[in-house]
């Protein structure tokens, strides 16, 4: 019987409670969580302003998990270096951020930190094609990005079955992380399709008992 890999659960800071930040982050890692995600938006790529990379050097200091920062932003190349020294283990950019993709995706790897890439629902996996080899993470983004309260666009499933066939056909590396609305109810159709990393906030964030949310994010019902 084949093996079911582990699935990676990445809470969004995003949902967290500002006024005691430091405090979140220790009870979402006490709960079990594997990696914190990081929702950069510039009110440029997307509506929002959240907060750069001083957020990341704060929090740094108060977890050994893994930091996932997803940049929203224009421009990534101008960033790059400033949440890599801020701490951030993986530093994921838009492909429809840049028209340098390869040249920011090489800049991430210098720096020692492991790359993504990131699509909107409108953006098809063919226009990552030439840059999959490269990648340590794909990011599905199941939902228009910087707008809250939107459900799971289910045809966006169909991208990470593509991505999963061709990961398998082609032997590459990178992990397919899926972000927005990811809860229990929608757990079980994402894993399905082929995400190995789900991002969620308010699902885990505003839980009565966390730690149970993150467990059946990664196991199932």
């Known amino acids: ?45 997307v509506p929002v302003i959240t907060f750069g990379h001083q957020m990341v050097a704060a929090l740094r200091k108060h977890t050994r998990l893994p930091i996932d920062a997803h940049l929203m932003v224009m421009h990534p190349e101008t960033m790059i270096e400033e949440f890599a020294l801020a701490g951030a283990d993986y530093i994921t950019i838009h492909q429809e951020s840049t028209v340098h993709i390869h040249r920011v995706l090489t800049s991430i790897i210098k720096m020692g930190k492991k790359a993504g890439i990131s699509i909107i629902p409108s953006t098809p996996v063919s226009m990552l094609l030439e840059i999959l080899h490269m990648v340590d993470i794909v990011l599905v983004m199941t939902v228009n990005p910087g707008f809250g309260g939107q459900t799971l666009i289910q045809e966006c499933l169909r991208k990470v079955e593509y991505l999963s066939e061709i990961k398998k056909r082609l032997g590459y590396r990178y992990l397919i992380q899926v972000d927005g609305g ?34 059946l994010l990664k196991e199932g019902e």
């Open 182 to 215: 990811i809860n229990s109810d929608t757990r079980e159709r994402v894993v399905r399709a082929g995400a190995e990393v789900l991002v969620a906030g308010s699902a885990i964030f505003k839980a009565e008992r966390p730690e149970l949310e993150i467990n």
């Open 1 to 45: 019987m084949e093996t079911r890999p582990s699935i990676i659960i990445a809470p969004s800071i995003l949902a967290a409670d500002f006024s005691c930040l430091a405090a979140e982050v220790h009870k979402i890692e006490q709960s079990g969580a594997d990696w914190l995600h990081f929702d950069i938006m510039d009110g440029s790529f």
